[in-house]
């Protein structure tokens, strides 16, 4: 282990220059001055949210013939992917939507916002990336926001015997200006702005700031600049939810130990004897998540576990913008309030109709499943790779069959005769299938209302994935038929699995599963075995050859004889129906690739079969067939195999290993199945 000098190690990697820029403090006209520069500066919280979303850019994709736009964001830039959103650009759309238009003040700003899903959906994801985001915004030039702190010199009694005293609210310096001003400030100070938002005033300050502000004015006979000047300090203001500044996180407690002064604050009895009066706002702790998430956003985890008495609290604060602290008038506060709450818990809400006030403030956004596998299969190859797991070497389509299943047993039956389950998921992953076309996918997707609100959570499968790797981890590898066994001995003891049709529903599934993983191998295997193209090429000459004396009625030279026969009608055959071409098709399928082939000649080209991806899947599976029979895969396990057949198995099992990403211990597995 090599020895650190901290003193360099200090200098080259840690710069004060950035403490002291996140601890910047200057004076009120100071403030100003920075606005009239930087009118952001002043933005409201939701404001600042959409912004933050906005400032890791957007890209676009096309889906069902409709735009979809991807946020950057939700990509988890900030930890490099650690909580990452996967699958459901949608419906992030309109949550982005609900910033947007509660930034520009449309009416969303007044609503709670509900993150609706099942469980293992990714709404705490969602929220920590918000909660994140803000954090690191906040220390960006671009997000940057201002509080205050008040400042004697002396330890006068306006401070309580303090020299100083914080904001408890860490509430804008703007929120100072007297409310009879403001009209004629405001106007001044947005004269000619071009900015995205013009800067307002919102409120006034918490009753401990409007109490000294109070007196400090009565000490200066209503000069509210001297104040200013004598007594306010503004400073940089750092989000952050482990120091308690603007972001704030309420979860449910036993419902005897809850009590809602935890939103709101309550009483100081130790400073009642310094103050004199209970009623006095600088006896009051303002730290309820309210106060501390002020500027910023507050998380509701399970919002609907909470106490009627809780949920009221929700109604000021979200549609008035308030709340009302013990023994204090309405206090106004600037955040967003978000919450996530499952589907029971959301049914409860809906049938209760005394929340009827708290239903007409909520905003939801659904956040189901992933139902698109190939998104399901990020979520686990973040977790489980070769850089977290080096020493086991997950086997191909380990993870994609565990994703497989998943999405299956959050996907509805499809209505449609001659349509699978399986079916369905390959075309909603992009494949296509004979008689389906965007429009039909689409249409798919629309008739299956509950599809993504049930089924089995991500956490099952990496909780299961996660147990394979402890019981097989000493093999050094692992493949798909672990994660089947681990995933199939858990269902009985899983919570979420309620009765015996689903259990039986969910095991009928894994055999599909199952049965498409032993196909996607046996195609590995055959498109190793068929790897060899001098081996393809001669076998695609062969087949033109015979296909061109058919159609124009010649003979074929025998290459061991020497003599002219008739074509291989048997032979053509035995490649043509590796592709289903018909007896009755035959003949359009030779004409179309010996027109093909004449066409290529007279621009000077020269066939290759790799232009014609059905040829060339037919002769993959026509030398597939012969070259297994004449290695005979089931001796791969005994050591009595002549030198030739072995040189033709050591070859396949190299491909395997080189083009496929199978280890030794899988490739063997496979050749066996």
Known sequence: MSKIDMQNFISENYKVEDFAHLNWSGSFQDYIDQISENPKIARNAFQRIYDMIMSFGTSTYTEYKKEITRYHFFDDPIENGKDAVFGIDVHLMKL??????????????????????????????????????????AKTDDGALYTFEWYDSEETEILGGQKVFPSPMHEDPLKLIPVEIRKEFLAELNKGSKAEYKVK?????????????????????????????????????????????????????????????????????RKIAQYGSDSDPRAFNFDGEFNIANRGIIEFIEMLKLDVAFLYDLLGASQEQSIKPKKFAQTDIDLVILGHTNEPEFRKLQNNEFMEALRDRTVKIDVPYITRLDNEVRIYQRDFNAEKIPHVHIAPHTLEMAAMWAVLTRMEEPKKADLTSLQKLKLYNGKTLSGYNEDNVKELRKEAVREGLEGISPRYIQDKISNA????????????????NELESGLKHHSLVTSSEMLDKYRELLAVVRQEYTDIVKNDVQKAISLDETAIETLCANYIDNVKAYTQKEKVRNKYTGKLEDSDERFMRSIEEKIDIAESRKDDFRREIMNYIGALAIEG??????????????????????QKDAIKLTTIISNVVDKETQEKIDVIKSRLIKNYGYCEYQQQTLLIM
């Open 469 to 484: 790797l402890v019981k097989y981890g000493h093999t050094g590898s692992l493949n798909p038929f672990m994660i089947f």
């Open 96 to 137: 982005v939507n609900f910033f947007k238009a509660a930034a520009l003040g449309y009416g969303t700003e007044k609503r709670v916002l509900l993150l609706h899903g099942p469980v293992g959906s990714a709404k705490s994801s969602i929220s920590r990336n918000l909660k994140k985001g803000l954090e690191y915004y």
């Open 605 to 626: 080209k020269q066939f290759d079969y790799k232009m014609n991806e059905r040829l060339h899947r037919a002769l993959e599976l026509k030398l597939f067939e012969d």
């Open 201 to 269: 005033i919102r409120g006034e300050v918490c009753p401990a700031d409007r109490y000294i502000l109070k007196e400090y004015m009565r000490k200066y006979d209503g000069d509210f600049m001297k104040v200013m000047e004598n007594h306010i300090r503004v400073k940089r203001l750092v989000l952050s939810e482990k120091d308690r500044m603007g972001i704030g996180t309420f979860q449910p407690k036993d419902e005897k130990n809850q009590d809602s002064t935890e939103l709101t604050g309550d009483i100081n009895y």
